[in-house]
C-alpha cells in the first residue's frame, strides 16, 4: 500500500486535534506505552494484529506510571532475534521512544522516489541521537556488574561522549572521556564548544589525546590504561568501545528495526531502502541484521563518514558473529564512502549541503554522520536515478545537532539573514511603552 500522506508519529507529538485532518494520524504508543509493551509484557511485540489489540489495556494502564524513565527493564527479543546469542538480560529507560517518522520533502528526487525520515535525533535532549539506543543495553550492564565509573572514547566532539557522559550522570556514575584532538591542542583547554559544554556540565573527566598518539596506540588501548590507572586507585570502572558499537550495543538497533516494524505494521507501509552513516559500525550491523530477519526485509545504505567500506564489512561481520548470527555482512548492507576529506571534516559544499536541507526542510543535519549521509544518498540518486526511481526510502537522522557548534566559523557566510530593523523616527517613543520583564 502507497500513500504519501500518512504521518507515523505518537499521539503525544501529533494529535488529532493538532494535526489536518488530511494527514490520517496513526495511532503509535507514548514512551510509557512503549516501555510497558516492550519490556514488561514481550507478548505484546509479536507481529500479529490481535497481539497490538491485546496489548491496548495494559499499555494505558502503564502510560499513567511515574518513574518508567531511567528504570531497568528485563528485557525479551523480537520473535525474528530470539535465536541469536548472547541475548542481554536486561536493559535501561534512557531514550524517548518511539522516535517518529515522517515525510522528507528533499527537492529533486528521481521520478516517483519518496523519501521518510526516521527521527533519532528526536531520542533525548542532552541524551539524543542514535547512541541512546546502544547504551540502553550498555549502561545496563554496566551497572549489573558493580561498576562506580565507565570510560569511553571518541573525538573532541563526539556525540557518543556526549552521551555517555549524561547517561552516567543520571545513573550516579563518574565518567572518564579519552578525546582525540590535534597535537597544537592536545596541552591546552579544550573549551565549551558544542558537546564538550554538556560533557563538562555533567562532570565528566576529560582525558585528551593527540590524533598522531591515538593512530599509533588505538582506543582500546588506551582505554585499558586508563581502567588500569583507576582500577589502582580503587574503582570499578566499565569500558564502552568507540561509539558504544560491540555485540551488545548492537542490540540498540536491532530492537530499533522491530519499532520501525511495528510503525509501518500500523499504517500498511513497506519501505524499500533504509539509509543511515556509519561511523562506528553498531548501528548499521543491528539495522541491517534486524532488517534482513525480521518482516521488514529492507535494503539497507550505509554512508561510511570515516575508514572505508572494506573495513566496516569486517567490522560488522564481526559484531554479527559475536551474535551467533550466521549471516554474511555483503549479504544484508551495502556501504558507501562517504567520508569526504576525512572524519569530521567538511568541504564547502557539504556545508552549503547542510544549510540548503534546512532551509528547505526544516529538517537540521550534523556535519559529521547525517550530513554526509544524506549528501552522499542525493548524490547517488543524482548520478543513479534508475536505481532509486519508484522507491521508498527511510532516513535514519542518527542525531549530532551539537556538532554543528564546531563548524560556525565555517558557516558563517552561509547563514548571514539578518539585519537591524528600521525604525522610522515619525513613530511615537515613550520610555517605559516596551517593558522588558
Avoid at 113 to 133: F, P
Avoid at 197 to 209: D, K, S, T, W
Amino acid at each position: 500500500m502507497r500513500s504519501s500522506g500518512y504521518c507515523l508519529l505518537r499521539p503525544a507529538i501529533c494529535g488529532a486535534a493538532s494535526c489536518s485532518a488530511a494527514v490520517p494520524l496513526l495511532p503509535l504508543r507514548s514512551p510509557c506505552q512503549r516501555r510497558s509493551s516492550r519490556r514488561r509484557n514481550s507478548r505484546s511485540l509479536s507481529v500479529s494484529s490481535s497481539s497490538s489489540s491485546s496489548s491496548s489495556s495494559s499499555s494505558s494502564m502503564a502510560a499513567r506510571d511515574i518513574g518508567g524513565f531511567l528504570s531497568k527493564q528485563p528485557y525479551h527479543p523480537p520473535s525474528w532475534a530470539s535465536h541469536l546469542r548472547p541475548i542481554p538480560s536486561h536493559s535501561l529507560s534512557l531514550g524517548h521512544l518511539p522516535t517518529p517518522i515522517h515525510k522528507w520533502n528533499l527537492p529533486n528526487l528521481p521520478e516517483g522516489t519518496e523519501v521518510w525520515i526516521k527521527r533519532d535525533d528526536l531520542s533525548g535532549m542532552q541524551l539524543s541521537g542514535n547512541k541512546v539506543r546502544k547504551l540502553e543495553f550498555l549502561m545496563a550492564d554496566a551497572v549489573a556488574q558493580g561498576a562506580d565509573c565507565v570510560i569511553t572514547v571518541g573525538g573532541i566532539q563526539s556525540n557518543h561522549c556526549r552521551a555517555t557522559a549524561v547517561a552516567a550522570r543520571y545513573l550516579n556514575l563518574d565518567c572518564y572521556l579519552i578525546l582525540r584532538t590535534s597535537k597544537v591542542l592536545v596541552d591546552k583547554d579544550p573549551g565549551l564548544v558544542g558537546n564538550l559544554l554538556v560533557e563538562r556540565l555533567v562532570g565528566a573527566h576529560i582525558e585528551l589525546v593527540s590524533k598522531e598518539e591515538y593512530a599509533k596506540i588505538g582506543s582500546v588501548a588506551l582505554a585499558d590504561m586508563l581502567k588500569r590507572r583507576l582500577v589502582n586507585e580503587g574503582r570499578k570502572p566499565y569500558v564502552i568501545p568507540v561509539g558504544g558499537s560491540n555485540s551488545l550495543g548492537t542490540w540498540g538497533y536491532i530492537e530499533a528495526m522491530r519499532e520501525i516494524e511495528q510503525q509501518t505494521r500500523l499504517s500498511g507501509f513497506q519501505f524499500d531502502d533504509i539509509v543511515v552513516a556509519c561511523g562506528s559500525g553498531g548501528t548499521i550491523a543491528g539495522l541491517s541484521l534486524g532488517s534482513s530477519l525480521s518482516s521488514l526485509k529492507a535494503k539497507v545504505h550505509a554512508f561510511s563518514v570515516c575508514d572505508d567500506p572494506d573495513y566496516f564489512y569486517d567490522y560488522v561481520q564481526g559484531l554479527i558473529d559475536g551474535l551467533q548470527a550466521g549471516v554474511d555482512s555483503h549479504d544484508i548492507v551495502d556501504i558507501e564512502n562517504a567520508k569526504g576529506l576525512g572524519y569530521a571534516m567538511n568541504t564547502a559544499e557539504e556545508l552549503e549541503f547542510v544549510k540548503k536541507i534546512a532551509a528547505a526542510t526544516g529538517i537540521v543535519l550534523d556535519p559529521v554522520y547525517s550530513g554526509k549521509a544524506a549528501y552522499g544518498m542525493l548524490k547517488d540518486m543524482d548520478n543513479n536515478p534508475a536505481k532509486w526511481k519508484g522507491r521508498r526510502v527511510l532516513f535514519v537522522h542518527t542525531g549530532g545537532l551539537l556538532g554543528l557548534y564546531d563548524k560556525t566559523e565555517q558557516m558563517a557566510s552561509l547563514v548571514g539573514n539578518w539585519r537591524r530593523m528600521e525604525v522610522d523616527e515619525s513613530v511615537p517613543r515613550k520610555d517605559g511603552t516596551g517593558k522588558m520583564f
